[in-house]
């Protein structure tokens, strides 16, 4: 009797991944994230930059996700490397890890060189978002890690996770990044040799 019920457990494994595929790809169909999305600037953004005109506006920071199932990838490319998004979608919760790349965008961060070749690649922050408004809004917190080091020796000496910080994100309609890209080639040709 043992052997027929570990026999028939054995059995439903192949069926049980195959369900659980098919539920997964199910779901990203009515939760798909793939796309172009671009944060929108925060309360407090909005509100220093009321308070002060000289303020400057964040400039916009744009993520291109994809998503197979419930696994999430995305990039967006910074000046001197790219950010590198990985995560999972469970039903409309999105959770990412994000990866600094990149010794120049690290340096323009604050970091020193020596600092910045040890960070390289390494987990600098946590989303957690969730997917609201059909589809067209992401909305949640965005936990950096914060990494103390010294300079003499070189050395990281501390990390760990800072307080969450508000995040939301639009996604780019095909009609918006079309539009972009015309205006840009216009400005190209435009503009002398």
Not at 131 to 138: F, N, Y
Not at 145 to 155: A, C, G, L, W
Request: charged share 25%; with cysteine; glycine share 8%.
């Amino acid at each position: 009797m043992q052997a027929v019920s570990g026999t028939l457990v054995i059995s439903l494994i192949p069926w049980l991944l195959g369900a659980f595929v098919v539920v997964s790809i199910a779901i990203s169909l009515v939760y798909n994230v793939s796309g172009t999305w671009e944060r929108m600037p925060s309360e407090e953004e909005l509100a220093a930059h009321d308070a002060d005109p000289q303020e400057p506006t964040p400039p916009a920071e744009r993520v291109v996700l994809g998503q197979f199932g419930p696994f999430v990838t995305g990039r967006r490319d910074v000046a001197g490397g790219w950010q590198e998004f990985k995560g999972l979608m469970l039903g409309p919760t999105l959770r990412m890890t994000r990866r600094d790349h990149g010794v120049p965008a690290l340096c323009n961060q604050g970091f020193p060189e020596s600092i910045a070749k040890m960070v390289n690649g390494d987990i600098t922050g946590r989303l957690k978002l969730g997917l609201t408004s059909a589809g067209l809004i992401l909305d949640g917190t965005f936990t950096p890690q914060k990494i103390e080091f010294t300079h003499r020796p070189p050395k990281i000496t501390r990390r760990y996770f800072l307080q969450p910080k508000s995040r939301r994100y639009r996604r780019l309609t095909a009609e918006e990044i079309a539009a972009e890209r015309e205006l840009l080639a216009r400005r190209l040709r435009s503009s002398p040799s």
